[in-house]
């Protein structure tokens, strides 16, 4: 069997503007396991579009293997799937990780990802990367902002830049240093041909006579550094975004005493028991559904709790930054957003043009006047920063900010953050940015428990009660000895091999069933089938949803 999947030669594609690719060459082998790398805007989700065959480029070669396999989950999770009410009924977290299980159990020889991480929680993560790592003939092209699974996982790097992409053989921390090399050559050469175009444009002016055979070379090669010029590309600039402060507060920030709360039946907190003092940068944790975020807005007052009380301090400022990006008008431009229909900011006490406000955030001027939903996902987080930034706070709350940010924006928004004198309530999956920023840590345990943990997520591994990481195992069935727990019977190696034909089989049927019941027809010619599929067809959804947790289930347990 050929090792070889699929290559791009020349690719180019523009958007009417400078080209999004230009020139991509780009192999792909199995086994390989790479990182496409590049600012946000770039062309990365193009890029991984060409490959998927979603977009045709405008010139350039791709040829794929006979019966080549892909896999691609995109950035964006349905908001729902039309008849499929269990996927429907599942948190952002839980739909992308039933997404990621359905594309890894199609078993592709390519899978592409592009931004995996975004809404899991961190033991998903954790297992993901135990699933790539145990699927070595499959090939994998990633794109991540989460710098530790990017480490875990990326043997190589490909970098997209200015629609370029070159190819590093080393892991991503040897890529940033050699790339930073790079950068410096490149704008060292570009500072010496800057000299030389002033030079030979100062001595065109003094009117040398240029007709001769002698000086016909050099006005030529002017005119070639004109060009070039005139069609360089720079890279783009770094965010120059600020904090701004409100004046400090009382030292107490949130008093919080006995607090429950429950959803009807599920309760979410119990007799939970804190206080948040100036300064504090805590970070919250548990898993998807655990009810973060529920906590994030009982601890700031938006929602009342059922027993206990939260009691905010004095002269405290607030700013919150939602993870669903609800703030902005997808149909008011970027300016819009920010200024309504002003053209002057107020930042830090000064005033500033919204145009020049925006440019510290990596909008062009042209870009402050797209509508908000043409933006990509990484231009809306970038947006929702600068429109935060602008209120003056001294106690700031952030819902997943770094989901689409790229790395270079990320790193700097935790300079920011680690700079803030104000104090920070920050729910986040990404271990190293949590890490980075955190001082302490309030974990949702289950069992609507809520503990107090010093420092970051490293810190909370290293100190949680045994019981704790016990959990994380698959429970026992009996007082068998622990050992090897994890290990699949001969019966369930069985089950697991039978699954995927299992789970192909019910798909078929629901597809059947449905497309039968989508047929106006189908009650005036078969009435009696027709009340059938109506029946049955909620229970083989059941029974698919089951198949396919069980397999997800036996894969994690087999991969560990």
Known sequence: MSDFLLSLRDVSLAFGGPPVLDGVSLSVSRGLRAALTGRNGEGKSTLFKVIAGELEPDAGEIVRAPGLKMAFV????????????????????????????????????????????????????????????????????????????????????????????????????????RKEELLCDEAVCWERKAKKLAREEAWIRRGVKARTTRNEGRVAALMKLREEFASRRTAAGRAEMRLDTAAPGGMRVIKIENLSFAYGERQVVRDFTADVLRGERIGILGANGAGKTTLLKLLTGSLAPDSGSV?????????????????????????????????????????????????????????????????????????????????????????????????????????????????????????????????????????????????????????????????????????????????????????????????AGLEAEIAAMEGFLADGSSYGSDPEKYRHCSGELPRRREELESAVERWAELEERASL
């Open 74 to 177: 995109s950035q964006a999770v349905p908001a729902d799937r039309p008849g499929d009410d269990a996927f429907n009924a599942l948190s952002g977290g839980g739909r992308r990780r039933r997404i990621l299980e359905e594309a890894l159990l199609s078993h592709p020889d390519l899978l592409l990802l592009d931004e995996p991480t975004n809404h899991l929680d961190v033991e998903a993560i954790d297992w993901l990367e135990g699933m790539i790592r145990r699927q070595r003939d499959m090939a994998l092209l990633v794109v991540t902002h989460d710098r530790r699974f990017l480490k875990r996982v990326a043997e190589k790097i490909f970098d997209l830049d200015r629609g370029e992409l070159s190819g590093w053989e080393c892991d991503y921390a040897t890529f940033l240093r």
């Open 311 to 503: 009691r905010i301090g004095t002269n405290v400022e607030m700013a919150f930054l939602d993870q669903l990006r609800g703030e902005l008008n997808g149909e008011l431009t970027v300016a819009e957003n920010i200024a309504s229909d002003r053209d002057e900011v107020v930042v830090g006490g000064v005033r500033k043009h919204v145009y020049s406000y925006l440019s510290d955030f990596l909008f062009t001027p042209e870009r402050t006047r797209t509508p908000v939903k043409a933006l990509s996902g990484g231009e809306r987080a970038r947006l929702m920063l600068a429109k935060l930034f602008l209120k003056p706070s001294n106690l700031l709350i952030m819902d997943e900010p770094t989901n689409d940010l790229d790395i270079e924006t990320l790193e700097l928004l935790e300079e920011q953050l680690m700079a803030y004198k104000g104090t920070l309530l920050l729910v986040s999956h990404d271990r190293e940015f949590f890490d980075n920023v955190v001082t302490s840590t309030f974990v949702l345990e289950g069992d609507a428990l809520v503990r107090t943990y010093p420092g970051g997520y490293e810190d909370y591994l290293r100190q949680r009660p045994s019981s704790s990481r016990e959990s994380r195992a698959v429970p026992e069935r009996s007082a068998a000895p622990k050992r090897r727990t994890n290990r699949l019977s001969y019966n369930e190696q069985r089950e697991l091999a039978a699954l995927p034909e299992r789970i």
